[in-house]
């Protein structure tokens, strides 16, 4: 079978292109209803990192409103055809800092009450930081409203602890473009939202990074959640952190018993073909059950060396 093949660049460039043009007609449709919405990364990173040419692709949109807004911004991507992707799942089974909105053909929509889930403080107060700091651009031929260079850089460096290519090469850029102040800037902001822990991790992934943290300051003291977020098997190991986490065994068998055995809406998302049928739903199910414990031992290393080299930190001298 022969190896499937790269998309072009002209064709991402025209999906970059789509992705906002249906960006501009949710913002426009969300101000139609009165609601304020912050376009996340997407057109405005690739603007702002981007503009000397290189390629920053993007296939679907974040955007974040007030938490007071929350109900209506939903009804709003209802009205324009979209379907919440995840419903009826239990606690700890999806993001708390976003809920996802597919629609056919379209891209689908990450809908944020956060900035990000490494931020610490409220929803509301993240919303009130980070609304006052965005800049008007337009988008899709619509009026819309991005983050002032500081805050970019401190969301590039939240998102990069996805550990993804993409997200370090934002990361990257960044750095390369922007000088201390504006990065002295980006802590601030990162003090204002309790998001300096993760702000610190994101940094430290790259060389430069590195270096830039010890100018800014940022502690090095972090939780094995957030040290995982910098593995690839962190989807994997994040299970046991938080079976080690809970009190009492009561607790911890919940925990157990929802990974292997987890709400149908969750089997549905996890497993895609378990959406045709109810027959289907059972085989994802079986699979789960073979599955967890097949990736189980891979995880349990990561989520060990993740807490040895949280030891050996703190056993440092300071």
């Known amino acids: 079978m022969p190896e499937p093949q790269p998309t072009p660049p002209l064709q991402l460039t025209m999906l970059s292109l789509a992705v906002d043009q ?3 007609e949710v913002i426009a449709a969300l101000s139609r209803r009165d609601v304020r919405s912050v376009l996340l990364k997407g057109a405005s990173f690739a603007r702002w990192l981007y503009d000397d040419g290189g390629a920053r692709y993007y296939v679907d949109i974040d955007l974040l409103v007030a938490p007071e807004q929350l109900d209506v911004a939903g009804s709003v991507l209802q009205d324009v055809g979209y379907v919440r992707r995840y419903t009826g799942g239990a606690v700890g089974e999806q ?4 809920t996802e909105w597919d629609r056919p053909g379209s891209p689908s929509i990450d809908l944020h009450n956060t900035l990000s889930s490494r931020v610490g403080t409220s929803r509301e107060q993240c919303w009130a930081v980070i609304s006052a700091r965005t800049c008007p651009t337009t988008v899709g ?3 819309a409203e991005v983050l002032t260079q500081p805050a970019l ?3 590039a460096a939240l998102h990069a602890e996805l550990g993804l290519q993409k ?3 934002d990361l990257g850029r960044a750095l390369a473009r922007l000088d201390l102040p504006d990065w002295e800037a980006a802590r601030g902001i990162a003090e204002e939202l309790d998001a300096l822990p993760g702000f610190g991790v994101g940094l430290r992934l ?3 990074g590195r ?3 010890e100018r800014l300051g940022v502690p090095m003291d972090t939780s094995v959640e957030l040290f995982l977020q910098s593995s690839s098997t962190a989807t994997l190991a994040r299970p046991f952190e938080q079976v080690a986490a809970a009190r009492g065994l009561r607790a911890k068998a919940a925990l157990v018993g929802r990974e292997l055995v987890p709400t149908p809406s969750f089997i549905r998302l996890w497993f895609p073909p378990a959406r045709r049928s109810r027959a289907a739903l059972v085989v994802g199910y079986l699979y789960r059950l073979v599955w967890v414990p097949w990736k189980a031992p891979r995880g349990l290393r990561s989520w060990w060396r993740a807490r040895r080299a949280m030891t050996a930190r703190s056993n440092r001298p300071h």
């Open 206 to 208: 790259l060389p430069e």
């Open 211 to 213: 270096e830039m943290g």
């Open 167 to 169: 997200t370090l090469d």
């Open 141 to 143: 031929g619509a009026a």
């Open 22 to 24: 249906v960006a501009g």
């Open 95 to 98: 993001a708390d800092h976003s």
């Open 153 to 155: 850089a401190l969301h």
